[in-house]
Antibody
Framework: EVQLLESGGNLVQPGGSLRLSCVAS????????MSWVRQAPGKGLECVSV????????YYTDSVKGRFTISRDNSKNTLYLQMNNLRAEDTAVYYC???????????????WGQGTLVTVSS | DIVMTQSPDSLAVSLGERATINCKSS????????????LAWYQQKPGQPPKLLIY???IRESGVPDRFSGSGSGTDFTLTISRLQAEDVAVYYC?????????FGPGTKVDIE
């Protein structure tokens, strides 16, 4: 059974930093691109970042470019999202998600974690 | 990034009736080499992560009831719920899976009339 377990969400002040983690199990992590998707309270879904299987290529939505960094440690089956210079508008539940197929870069997300809440407030 | 739009923002349909949701992408998501449109549909219920319903614009995910169907190609897509059931009350999102980051539409809320 595929499992994705996010952690690291917390209350942080504007300008602060957080690192989110997502531990994956139940599948061959190294074969799948991975995504972080967030959802602000009462709002829609936003694809924050995507990373290819080996971590060579990364992609970001415009609003987080230069502030967030996605990475992965394939030896630990773990996906990360380093978030710096956080803003109030980054407040959201952050989901780790895996696509339906293995491959360098795939977007159809059929497995999701339960999410971790990041609150940016003074 | 590819911009996704959806219409309507919300709709209310009687039980057993048809619900139709439209989705447009700012550029084509059709991969001409395999003639597949890289467009997915998700259902999200309160307090839950999204659930993949449809991929490649029209292929139903395993276990998804056949009252859900997807259609369209290129830039214009439709999700149809042929006979709305009470358990279909949710927000529905389209997502382009053609160019990363894989952007979502703003969502359409479906309720019972």
């Amino acid at each position: 059974e595929v499992q994705l377990l996010e952690s690291g969400g917390n209350l942080v002040q504007p300008g602060g930093s957080l690192r989110l983690s997502c531990v994956a199990s139940g599948f061959t992590f190294t074969k799948y691109a991975m995504s972080w998707v967030r959802q602000a309270p009462g709002k829609g879904l936003e694809c924050v970042s995507v990373i290819t299987t080996g971590g060579t290529n990364t992609y970001y939505t415009d609003s987080v470019k230069g502030r967030f960094t996605i990475s992965r440690d394939n030896s630990k089956n773990t996906l990360y999202l380093q978030m710096n210079n956080l803003r109030a508008e980054d407040t959201a539940v952050y989901y780790c998600a895996r696509p339906k197929w293995s491959g360098e870069l795939v977007g159809d997300l059929d497995s999701w974690g339960q999410g971790t809440l990041v609150t940016v407030s003074s | 990034d590819i911009v996704m739009t959806q219409s309507p923002d919300s709709l209310a349909v009687s039980l057993g009736e048809r619900a139709t949701i439209n989705c447009k992408s700012s550029q084509s998501v059709l991969y001409t080499s395999n003639n597949k449109s890289y467009l997915a549909w998700y259902q999200q219920k309160p307090g839950q992560p999204p659930k993949l319903l449809i991929y490649w614009a029209s292929i139903r995910e395993s276990g998804v009831p056949d009252r859900f169907s997807g259609s369209g190609s290129g830039t214009d897509f439709t999700l149809t719920i042929s006979r709305l059931q009470a358990e279909d009350v949710a927000v529905y999102y389209c997502q382009q899976c053609y160019i990363a980051p894989f952007t979502f539409g703003p969502g359409t809320k479906v309720d019972i009339e």
